[in-house]
Every structure is written in structure tokens, then in C-alpha cells.
């Protein structure tokens, strides 16, 4: 018997939890390491370097979403990949053009111009990959990159620096291209195995592909929201509390937020998102409310583990992962699984609306998100001075983003209810 998709999404979600932890295990490890011996300055520009250029092709990855959904509902994989392509060419030659020369001359940053071209073409050729297997549900694939990666780069990095003798600095920017490369030609290889695309050809402007595009956009610029949502946090730190307490911020807590996001909410739109698409282009309803209520189930447990280790072990947790004086950071963690359910459960409707292809929908909510977050932090600011009012206000902005989502959500449930039973009172009139 072949599988449902409820049993695909579920089997996949879990597999990319545990490819996630091994992920972040090896990630984790590696960077221990090397803050041992290499320079805080050296570590800081790679960073530095590789989030601008990542945040510079932000847009390329607001693409994966869209592209699942119109292909779900069009089956038209030859427009939908060639704008991708168009669209990739134009933001490389954008980050070339642009973000490069700001790079070396405006930050003055030392790092060699072909190690720059290569991490811009490394990264867009990555994202270009991920979408392609995203779009074909190609789970099995996306999964095993999700920990390749990181053991790709480790090793690469050990040959340049102990075999080839190249400097740490150097070695860590050779590594991460080559790893990116090489994990776009294994995606592409095991891809071309089961799926071959069209090549590079004019695209097809009818009112489909305009509709995609449009989608796209708004899909991309939801991704810069959400990150745009976290950096607030971020910048809210920096102007209204002190030194220490934006080290804990940066240190421990968005650390976590991003471990959490990683390992409980990117699956969501990675796994669970093509699958809902897939069931409303069927008209299998019954398998979707049968992956909601388990997700339900999933993200009450998670959330409430989460919320009980935090509420009675998170200062025990704390002292132990980092230094005695990072202890400052637990109260603001615990405050964090307070609402970290409710992210998930946004997750879940967020991407519901998605697969109906409602991306302006889901844009909205992310605006509205970002507004309450900046209103409430000042009203919060009114009650403590306390940096737990940061966290606290980005707790209020997903509470308002998950009103919004089930309000959008039951909508949109009340009329496939309304289609269904129009359809069973024609068919029994017929």
C-alpha cells in the first residue's frame, strides 16, 4: 500500500528532528573548538562575513515555499524552475555588484575576493538545490544534507588547515564554500536520479507564473520578517539595557531560540507544508486534520517539557553550559517556554495558510507580529526595567500572530465544510 501523506509528513518530520540534532551536535562541537585556539577577531569576521552574504540572498529562500505550493496546484515545473533561475542569477550578480564592494571598501573587512565570489556562489547554488527538492517533496534528500553539511565542512576544513597549511581564518571560508558546493552537487546528483528539470528557457508569462511571482515575493519578504522579527529583539537589548545583559541575550538565549526554531519549526514548512498542499490539491481533508491533531498533540508535549525543564532546571542548566556569569540569562529563558507553544502552533497555521497559497495573508501576520512586539515592549518598559520585558514583548507579538492565524485558519476551514456539503447535496439531488 503506498503511503498517506499524514504517515509521510509524520515518518519525515521526525527524521528531520533527529538529522537537526546531529547537526546541530557537530556545529556545536566544531565551534567549541575552534573558540580554543583561534582569535575572537578571526571568528568574528568569518561570521560577520557569512551573515552578510547570507542575509544578502535572503530572497532566494523565501522562494521554497511558493514553489511547493504553485507546483502542487499548476504541475508547471518548467516556468516555476526558470524563474527561480532568473531570479537567483539577478540576486547573485545584485550581491556581486553590491554587497562585495561593501564588504571590502565601506567595512574595510581583510578577506580575499575570490574567497567572497566563491561563498556567494557557494550559498545561491545551495538554496537553489534545497528549493529544487523542496518543490519535489524529495524528503530522503533534504534530510541527509541537513547533517552532510556540517560533516563535510568539518573535514574540509581539518584537509586545508593540517594537510594543505592554510591559515585558520582562510580555512574556515574554503571549507563552508566548498562544503556548500559540494552539498549542491550531491542534492543535484541525487535528484537528477529520481527527477530530471527543463534547462534554462524563456519564461512563459501567463497569469499562472505572474500569480507565482507575486507569491514568491510575498513569500520572501515574510522570511526577511521573521528574521527582521528576531534582530528587533536584538536591537531592543542594545539601546535599552547594559553590556552584561546583552551578552546573555546573544549568548544563551537567542542561541536557544534558534536551536528550538531549528529543531521544531523549520520542519513545519520543510515537511508539513508540501504535504498539506499536496492534500488540498486531492481534496484529502481528512488527512490534514489527521497531521493537525497529531502536531497538536506533538507541539503540547514538546512545549510542555520545555516550559516544566525551564520553570525548575533552567539556572541548574545555565551555570552548567556556560560560565557562573551567564546564570542571568535563565529567567529570560524561562520566560521564552512560556510562549514557545504557541510558536509552534503558529507554525502549523501559518503554513496551513500557505498551502492555500494566501502568502500576502501570511505576510500580514508576520507585520502585525512585528508591531505588537515594538508596542508592547514599551508598555512593558512602563512595568520593569528588566531585559525579561525583550522577550516578554516578542512573547505578545506570537500570541497576536497565532490569534490572527486561527481566526484565518477556521475560516478557511468553515468553507471547505461549506464545499463539501454543497457537493454531497448536489450529488444527492443527482
Not at 33 to 49: F, I, T
Not at 86 to 103: E, F, R, S
Not at 132 to 151: C, F, S, T
Request: contains cysteine; proline residues 2%.
Amino acid at each position: 500500500m503506498s503511503e498517506s501523506s499524514f504517515e509521510r509528513a509524520k515518518r519525515s518530520f521526525f527524521a528531520a528532528i533527529w538529522a537537526t540534532l546531529a547537526s546541530l551536535s557537530l556545529g556545536l562541537a566544531f565551534k567549541i573548538w575552534l573558540a580554543q585556539w583561534v582569535a575572537k577577531s578571526d571568528l568574528a569576521l568569518y561570521h560577520s562575513v557569512v551573515d552578510i552574504v547570507s542575509l544578502s540572498l535572503i530572497f532566494l529562500s523565501g522562494f521554497r515555499a511558493s514553489m511547493v505550493v504553485n507546483f502542487t496546484q499548476t504541475k508547471n515545473a518548467k516556468d516555476i524552475t526558470n524563474v527561480f533561475r532568473y531570479a537567483m542569477i539577478l540576486m547573485v550578480l545584485l550581491t556581486w555588484g553590491l554587497v562585495l564592494p561593501y564588504i571590502k571598501h565601506q567595512l574595510d573587512m581583510d578577506v580575499e575576493y575570490i574567497q567572497l565570489v566563491g561563498l556567494i556562489f557557494g550559498v545561491s547554488l545551495k538554496v537553489y538545490f534545497n528549493s529544487q527538492i523542496g518543490m519535489y517533496r524529495l524528503y530522503h534528500i533534504a534530510n541527509r544534507v541537513i547533517w552532510i553539511e556540517p560533516l563535510t565542512q568539518i573535514s574540509l576544513f581539518l584537509t586545508c588547515y593540517y594537510v594543505l597549511q592554510q591559515t585558520a581564518i582562510s580555512s574556515l571560508f574554503y571549507s563552508l564554500i566548498l562544503s556548500a558546493l559540494t552539498v549542491a552537487v550531491y542534492m543535484f546528483i541525487q535528484r537528477r536520479k529520481e527527477i530530471a528539470t527543463t534547462p534554462l528557457a524563456p519564461i512563459h508569462l501567463d497569469p499562472q507564473t505572474l500569480n507565482f511571482v507575486k507569491k514568491s515575493l510575498m513569500s520572501s519578504l515574510d522570511v526577511g520578517a521573521s528574521i527582521l522579527m528576531t534582530y528587533i529583539t536584538v536591537l531592543l537589548t542594545i539601546g535599552y539595557f547594559t553590556i552584561d545583559e546583552l551578552g546573555d541575550f546573544q549568548v544563551v538565549v537567542r542561541p536557544m531560540l534558534m536551536y528550538m526554531t531549528l529543531l521544531f519549526i523549520f520542519p513545519v514548512y520543510r515537511y508539513l507544508l508540501p504535504e498539506i498542499a499536496q492534500c488540498l490539491s486531492r481534496g484529502e481533508h481528512d488527512q490534514i486534520a489527521k497531521i493537525r491533531r497529531w502536531f497538536y498533540r506533538f507541539a503540547f508535549a514538546i512545549s510542555s517539557v520545555f516550559l516544566c525543564v525551564m520553570i525548575f532546571f533552567s539556572d541548574e542548566i545555565v551555570s552548567f553550559v556556560f560560565p557562573i556569569t551567564y546564570v542571568t540569562a535563565a529567567p529570560v529563558l524561562m520566560h521564552f517556554s512560556l510562549f514557545f507553544g504557541v510558536m509552534m502552533l503558529n507554525a502549523f497555521q501559518v503554513a496551513y495558510i500557505k498551502a492555500h497559497g494566501h502568502f500576502m495573508q501570511s505576510l500580514s501576520i508576520r507585520v502585525a507580529g512585528i508591531v505588537t512586539l515594538l508596542c508592547m515592549f514599551y508598555v512593558f518598559q512602563l512595568i520593569t526595567d528588566n531585559v525579561v520585558a525583550v522577550i516578554l514583548a516578542m512573547g505578545a507579538g506570537y500570541v497576536v500572530m497565532f490569534g490572527i492565524s486561527s481566526v484565518m485558519e477556521y475560516r478557511l476551514l468553515q468553507q471547505h465544510k461549506q464545499k463539501s456539503a454543497l457537493a454531497a447535496t448536489e450529488a444527492a439531488l443527482n
